[in-house]
């Protein structure tokens, strides 16, 4: 039996499609806070069941039966850790074997990215818990740098905290096709996993792209953080967010996002989409 927690967000139902391409719904358990959202997957016969991580007395109940679960990191930053732990815990109470879940790279305490604290302190559970665990480790999206690329391209200018940095950009859909490859096939137990895309890119690289769709020179304009995270408040973003999105910044100027490695490849047979292709496509659709 196969579980997948947040299954109603977009990466949740991404791995559910993957999922039930090799294995019978009636195999696959997926838990939400708002199990109406998910009436279609029940109609082909999954088992929806409501589990809410801010309330931990549903999380056990949405366990039971479950051999592998995929447990899907929250958008609760800064409050994630420990609806987390509680939902490793109640999982292991249920007797889930192995859990997998999505984390961010280099979760180490000089990357400065604001969500890394959650993420370590999630792998710690996991490594403490006595089950077997496997932490896929997700770059950023490639689909998030279309607007960025976008922007650019109508302005001429691109505002980055990037310094010389790179970041290895991958498509939601290869970290969901990786997250059922180790739901269905098992395996690497016990380690964490780099899910990235083909290559380390630039902000230069994406200007380059910028100037390929607006058909005009892009100057690249560097900030520091608190310019950067002005910059966005004056966009419309709420500063907190504005400083998380900033703090990503901060991590690929440091090289904590640089890494590119084989495992989409390795886990679906597939290589993964590169940066460009997912930017040309958006603007051709």
Known sequence: M???????G??????????????????????????EALADLAARGVQVRRADFEEPDTLGHAFEGVDRLLLISTDAVGARLAQQ??????AVKAGVSHIVYTSVPEPVPGN??????????????????????????????????VATVEQAAASGR??????AGAAAYVTREDC?????????????????????????VTVQQLAALAKE????????????????????????????????????????????????SGAVAELTGTAPTPLAEVVRAARTS
């Open 10 to 35: 977009p990466l949740g139902r991404a791995t559910t499609e993957f999922v039930l391409k090799t294995v019978d719904p009636s195999q696959v358990v997926l838990t939400t806070r708002r199990p």
């Open 85 to 90: 732990q509680d939902a490793i815990e109640a």
């Open 158 to 163: 691109l505002v980055t905290n990037n310094g």
């Open 112 to 145: 400065p990215a604001a969500v890394v604290d959650d993420h370590a302190g999630t792998e710690q559970a996991l490594r403490e818990s006595g089950v077997r665990w496997t932490s896929l480790r997700n770059n950023l999206y490639a689909h998030m740098q």
């Open 213 to 260: 769709f607006g058909g005009r020179d892009v100057e690249v304009v560097e900030v520091d953080d608190e310019a950067y995270t002005a910059g966005l408040t004056e966009h419309g973003l709420p500063e907190p967010v504005a400083r998380v999105v900033a703090s990503f910044g901060a991590s690929i100027r440091g090289g904590h996002l640089a890494h590119v």
């Open 176 to 200: 969901a096709a990786a997250a059922a490859a180790v739901l269905t096939r098992g395996g690497y137990e016990d380690q964490a996993l780099d899910i990235t895309g083909p290559e380390a």
């Open 2 to 8: 196969i579980g997948i927690t947040g299954a109603s």
